[in-house]
């Protein structure tokens, strides 16, 4: 019994022992005044210095270069490369007599999707025609009255009115003109004399550039009235649409190389360089859009899966790290305590990204082989 009641009180005394020691440093963090467990307190007017200069509940660590295998994770989508898609639409209305790309086919830019009769070119050639002979007429008469005119045989307003008709003329064949271009006829066509020009009321749609038909919405007979009716795409070279957050943004630029991994395929890693960063941060997910040209030259990467986009810190150069944990933040603004000479600890502002989930890399406010605070800093009371 004697031994069982002097190991209670042995107990009993560490934990007083803990106890008093764990209210001291409390005291400490609420006073007004800073308080040293060891030396002086630090000059009043001292706002930077901090108290607590040795405690075993203080752990500190040194500020260093970050490792060559840092990487930066962000998560997207595949997309169609961004000037490599084609939605296409029939300028015209006009019932489809002929469709000649199927789903999948691949084209060539030039080649024809579909063949349209057009009332619309009917109606303005026919518009067109009238005009140039309208046109002719109007030449000739300003001509003859030019004529008229120097021999004394005909008035100055009567000359005027004729080169007004010519100036009207001159008009009315521009917008008819103007209108057949707008139906997709070539100048070329529209060039050559009225005799030799072999303009239908028959429209072939052509492709703008070459790819894959991975969309078509026509059929045969089918009246369009200009909605998309093929999605051409290139689809050997796609694109990754990531989200990069606010806060890492120093860490990307373009032209950087970068790695795509999808589910479909874990063990391989699709080369893509960065091509484009926003320069807009959106509103609700604090985010900015980032685009990076993948090589799909196998065709494995399909538009609209997810992906990771995987960057190589190490490109940028050395950088400074620190543990996740040694970061305090207070009213926005991320801070550090840093270990002076005089084994004080000084608050100091930083500005910080992610590099993964228990490190950051440090932008600006500490220096290669300062020593900081990652453990305790509650205890530290400017």
């Known amino acids: 019994m004697g031994e069982r009641r002097g190991w209670k009180t042995n107990a009993y005394n ?31 007017g001292d706002k930077r210095t901090a108290s607590v ?12 270069w970050g490792a060559s295998h840092q990487k930066l994770t962000l998560f997207g989508k595949v ?80 000359l005027k009115q004729a080169e007004n008709e010519l100036v009207k003329a001159q008009a009315e064949f521009r917008r008819a003109k103007e209108r057949l271009l707008s139906l997709r006829i070539t100048p070329e066509e529209l060039d050559k004399p ?45 694109q990754v649409l990531a989200d990069l957050y606010e806060r890492d943004v120093a860490l990307v630029k373009e032209g950087q190389s970068a790695v795509v991994k999808v589910e479909a395929y874990p063990d391989i890693d699709f080369p893509a360089r960065i091509t484009a960063v926003g320069d807009i941060v959106d509103s609700s997910t604090r985010t ?28 940028a150069g050395r950088f400074l790290i620190l543990p996740q944990k040694a970061i305090l933040e207070k009213d926005g603004k991320q801070f550090v305590y840093v270990v002076e000479n005089s084994g004080r600890y000084v608050k100091r502002e930083v500005k910080v990204v992610n590099t993964s989930s228990d490190q950051v890399r440090v932008l600006e406010g500490v220096r290669h082989g300062e020593r900081v605070v990652v453990k305790g800093a509650v205890l530290i009371k400017e």
């Open 79 to 158: 997309a169609y490369g961004e000037d490599r898609y084609s939605r296409i639409s029939s300028p015209l209305q006009g019932r489809v007599i002929e469709v000649r790309a199927h789903l999948g086919d691949r084209v060539k830019a030039g080649d024809i999707l579909l063949v349209v009769d057009s009332p619309d070119i009917a109606q303005a050639y026919s518009e067109y025609v009238k005009e140039d002979s309208e046109l002719e007429y109007a030449t000739r008469a300003y001509e003859l009255a030019k004529d008229l005119y120097e021999a004394k045989a005909l008035a100055l307003k009567d």
């Open 194 to 238: 009225l005799d030799k020009q072999t303009i239908t009321s028959r429209f072939e749609l052509k492709s703008p550039l070459t790819g894959v038909v991975v969309e078509r919405a026509v059929t045969p007979g089918q009246l369009v009235m200009g909605e998309v009716l093929f999605t051409i795409a290139d689809l050997d070279q796609l």
């Open 14 to 44: 560490k934990v007083s022992v803990w106890l008093s020691a764990l209210l001291l440093l409390t005291a400490c963090g609420r006073s007004d005044q800073s308080c040293d467990l060891t030396k002086e307190n630090p000059p009043e």
């Open 288 to 315: 900015i859009k980032v685009r990076a040209l993948v090589n799909n030259k196998a065709r494995l990467l399909k538009p609209e899966m997810f992906a990771r986009l995987q960057l190589d810190l190490s490109e």
């Open 53 to 64: 200069t040795s405690s075993p509940l203080v752990e500190t660590a040194v500020v260093e």
